[in-house]
């Protein structure tokens, strides 16, 4: 069982185009970060977000921590094909790093 | 600075026989955790260690041990391999021993186990 939901599982989208990745738990986090992996490779993080509707913005990519600190969201736009890969959102409860059930998008040229 | 490396990159072993994996930290990082990951999903929490003590440890049987050296270089073991314990072992070091919000992670790119 893992303790944070992502969805969709998949996604493959046309270059161009926005999307919206969801990161969903039950459980109070103290800190949530995502990740991206290609394969092959370890995952790379991208953001760390900390406070309770707190919005990270790095270039096309767009964080979001849910007020309550359980959920999060991750939204692209103007996807490109450089954006193919695995993302996984993690969370720490302050003994334990969970990390997400991982959402794996294509991007088509 | 070198990043976080593991080895070996890939490994069969057959059921029942035993592992050790291996990772080195970046330098001047104290903290390594280890994670399992099975195909398409995210990587599962194992252990934590900082300063050679165990500082977390996630649901694993006890076939699954980890210990940390001096030079804050560790080593996963896990005894009497079962088909289910094939996935890609990742290793992941940091500064603090806190999690991630004194300092981030960074991971190597993993041993890819095969247990047949």
Redesign the interface.
Known sequence: T?L?E?SPQFLSIQEGENLTVYCNSSSVF??L?WYRQEP??????LV?V?TGGEVKKLKRLTFQFGDARKDSSLHITAAQPGDTGLY?C?G?T?????????T?LTVIP | DAGVTQSPTHLIKTRGQQVTLRCSPISGHKSVSWYQQVLGQGPQFIFQYYEKEERGRGNFPDRFSARQFPNYSSELNVNALLLGDSALYLCASSRSRDWVIASPLHFGNGTRLTVT
Do not use: K, M
């Open positions: 893992q944070l992502q103290s800190s970060q092959g490779e370890g995952p790379v993080l760390t900390v996984l993690a720490d302050g003994n334990q790093f969970y990390f997400g059930t991982g794996s």
